[in-house]
């Protein structure tokens, strides 16, 4: 197999690389080797790599950016996906392309399926839904929903010691600092810890599973002051945590508070997803290391 991953640089792109190069030659492209709103660029890059799958880690994710800078967000969230869509669909190539929780409104109180209606309420949440309209014109396409991603290549060391930025990522280096951490008790999700989620892309496109839709993250739901006392129990850091509600924080986007997604589907279809609370002790022990 042969994989050509865009966004190579970041975190989901980063772990995505390594993850196939395990038994695969993988052609990662960071945004300076390959801008994915250049629609010539990415036909050519494709062309010329002819990869077997074509693994979309490119995103623009500023929530609150994306309300005032709406253009950006379209091209590299939506547009860019048409244009590689093109590419995966003249070059015989399958097509993975990552989509967020953030497509639901988050009126409901149980898990999210793959047949639940979005109803994006924000410009970034509209931009991700336009990407997975796109995605649908490669004939073989793989669009996996994530949610809360951490961990990955927050693990290997960057200069001053510290990962690549999620939100967990930095409430982590918050606590090992010893300066106070807040989680919000009313937005309630399905944390995705990124090995898994590369792993799980991986089993579904070397299987292969049927094309479609699947809700890749890590089983269970909880809200963000639950994950984070989960983590500050383990590192002993308990007492700098302290209850937060959406209302308290100033955001431009809304953000759904039940945003919670069931991965029934992809499970079924062989990938291996455990629980939010195993990835979050495996993740810390892989930072302790």
């Not at 693994?55 to 048409?82: I, Q, S």
């Not at 963000?224 to 129990?233: E, G, L, P, T, Y």
Request: some cysteine.
């Amino acid at each position: 197999m042969k994989a050509l991953v865009t966004g190579a640089a970041g975190q989901l792109g980063l772990e995505i690389s390594r993850c196939f190069a395990r038994d695969a030659e993988v052609v990662a492209l960071t945004r300076a080797e390959l801008d994915v709103v250049d629609h010539a660029a990415v036909l050519a890059a494709i062309r010329s790599a002819r990869p077997d799958v074509v693994v979309n880690c490119a995103a623009y994710n500023d929530v609150d950016g994306a309300e005032t800078d709406p253009v950006t967000a379209m091209a590299v969230n939506g547009f860019a996906v048409r244009s590689l869509a093109t590419a995966a669909r003249e070059t015989g190539a399958t097509l993975v392309h990552y989509g967020t929780d953030f497509v639901f409104d988050g009126q409901t109180d149980r898990p999210y399926d793959e047949s639940a209606e979005p109803a994006p309420q924000s410009v970034y949440a509209t931009s991700k839904l336009v990407g997975e309209w796109f995605a649908v014109g490669a004939p073989r396409h793989y669009i996996l929903r994530v949610e809360s991603l951490f961990g990955g290549g927050a693990e290997t060391p960057r200069p001053g010691g510290r990962g690549l930025g999620s939100t967990l990522d930095k409430i982590v280096d918050a606590m090992l600092d010893g300066r106070p951490v807040r989680g919000f008790t009313d937005r309630t999700v399905s944390p995705s810890y990124v090995p898994d989620v590369a792993a799980a892309t991986k089993t579904i496109v070397s299987r292969p599973a049927p094309s479609g839709l699947y809700h890749c993250v890590n089983g269970g739901l909880a809200t963000w002051f639950d994950v984070v006392r989960v983590a500050a129990i383990q590192l002993g850091c308990e007492s700098l945590l302290s209850p937060i509600t959406t209302d308290d924080v100033e955001m431009r986007a809304t953000r759904p508070k039940f945003c919670a997604l069931s991965n029934a589907k992809i499970v079924a279809a062989g990938a291996r997803l455990p629980t939010w609370e195993d990835a979050v002790g495996r993740y810390l022990t892989a930072r302790s290391r």
